[in-house]
């Protein structure tokens, strides 16, 4: 039986039992990918929960949307079955992060190596406004796949 990366990927990210309750909680929703390319979107819309006290998102929460389509980047440009842990990443917050509304995240992978992968990260407002933006090294680790 061969394997199928793409039919792979998409039951793992929309699949109600095989989604993390990550990707519940802030919503997230796939939009698209390309496993040649190395790219992936998603819209995210936080809850309430992940307000700071200046009532907009905590940046731990939108560190978490950015590294969520950084690592589905990382992840589907490898050979089979794999996951990309993020090693290091670097995010800058360029404007406040509004909760309870859509926001749109793009993952790309920057270059892809034996031992690391290197990828930039974008979430944008629903009209394109630029929130946040980062950079990853992740670990390429393949899975068993049956």
Do not use: H
Not at 75 to 81: N, T
Not at 94 to 115: D, F, N, S, T, Y
């Amino acid at each position: 039986m061969s394997f199928d990366k793409r039919a792979y990927w998409q039951d793992i990210l929309t699949n109600p039992d095989t989604r993390t309750p990550s990707m519940d909680f802030t919503s997230f929703e796939l939009l698209g990918f390309d496993e040649a390319e190395g790219w992936t979107e998603g819209a995210f819309c936080l809850p309430r929960e992940a307000t700071n006290p200046g009532g907009n998102a905590q940046g731990g929460f939108v560190t978490a949307m950015l590294d969520e389509v950084m690592s589905i980047a990382g992840s589907i440009v490898q050979d089979g079955p794999a996951m990309a842990p993020t090693l290091q990443m670097t995010v800058s917050f360029i404007r406040p992060v509004p909760v309870g509304q859509r926001l749109i995240g793009r993952g790309e992978v920057v270059r892809r190596g034996k031992a690391g992968i290197f990828t930039q990260g974008f979430l944008r407002d629903e009209t394109g406004k630029l929130l946040a933006q980062a950079t990853a090294s992740c670990i390429p680790r393949v899975l068993e796949w049956k």
